[in-house]
T-cell receptor, first 114, second 116 residues
Framework: DAGVTQSPTHLIKTRGQQVTLRCSPI?????VSWYQQVLGQGPQFIFQ???????GRGNFPDRFSARQFPNYSSELNVNALLLGDSALYLC?????????????FGSGTRLTVV | AQKVTQAQTEISVVEKEDVTLDCVYE???????LFWYKQPPSGELVFLIR????DEQNEISGRYSWNFQKSTSSFNFTITASQVVDSAVYFC?????????????WGAGTKLIIKP
């Protein structure tokens, strides 16, 4: 079975631009979570979607948005990019989105804003 | 508020030494889960263990062992006879119940360097 797939793997954008990151969960998993990991720090929770509904949102500005599609894949959008948005963006796939079944992470998308 | 503290920023040992990574957590939830993940240079977070708050038994998996002590709010991770392949950043994480059971709260990570 394929694991969690994220695309693209690397991305360079200019300040003020918009970016879309994509995630395909493990087959059968209905929940996708997004995390931001700044270099040298632990991941920070951004969003979780379960059954195409937003279940939770972390402390991130409205420039960050996401959605989940009927096939359970997900997109994370970031508008008006700032230098501080440079980070590794990780997607986590889960059966139900809670700790009961754990989380499987993708390899991430490394975003550099210049 | 929930919090995870990994006080050791970086640890460097020589291969075959034993090493313990510390994790201290804070939560007011009575039901919660604790996790350890490994992050190699490739960036992917690799799941190592999940432990619920009602199970204080220590666990051993090969060269890895975990010591969960609710009395001190700690969930420490020991690698016995370390190997160069163990070099990575290790994260401890917490998932609570109630409103926050859908997210992981992470420590800052401990970078482990195993020298040959």
């Amino acid at each position: 079975d394929a694991g969690v797939t994220q695309s693209p793997t690397h991305l360079i954008k200019t300040r003020g631009q918009q970016v879309t990151l994509r995630c395909s969960p493990i087959s059968g998993h209905k929940s996708v979570s997004w995390y931001q990991q700044v270099l040298g720090q632990g991941p920070q929770f951004i969003f979780q979607y379960y059954e195409k509904e937003e279940r939770g949102r972390g402390n991130f500005p409205d420039r960050f948005s996401a959605r989940q599609f009927p096939n359970y894949s997900s997109e994370l959008n970031v508008n008006a990019l700032l230098l501080g948005d440079s980070a590794l963006y990780l997607c986590a796939s889960s059966l139900t989105g809670t700790h009961n079944y754990g989380y499987t992470f993708g390899s991430g998308t490394r975003l550099t804003v210049v | 508020a929930q919090k995870v503290t990994q006080a050791q920023t970086e640890i460097s040992v020589v291969e075959k030494e034993d090493v313990t990574l510390d994790c201290v957590y804070e939560t007011r939830d009575t039901t919660y889960y604790l996790f350890w993940y490994k992050q190699p240079p490739s960036g992917e977070l690799v799941f190592l263990i999940r432990r619920n708050s009602f199970d204080e038994q220590n666990e051993i998996s090969g060269r890895y062992s975990w010591n969960f002590q609710k009395s001190t709010s700690s969930f420490n991770f020991t690698i016995t006879a370390s190997q160069v392949v163990d070099s990575a950043v290790y994260f401890c994480a917490l998932s609570g119940s109630m409103d926050s059971n859908y997210q992981l709260i992470w420590g800052a990570g401990t970078k482990l360097i195993i020298k040959p």
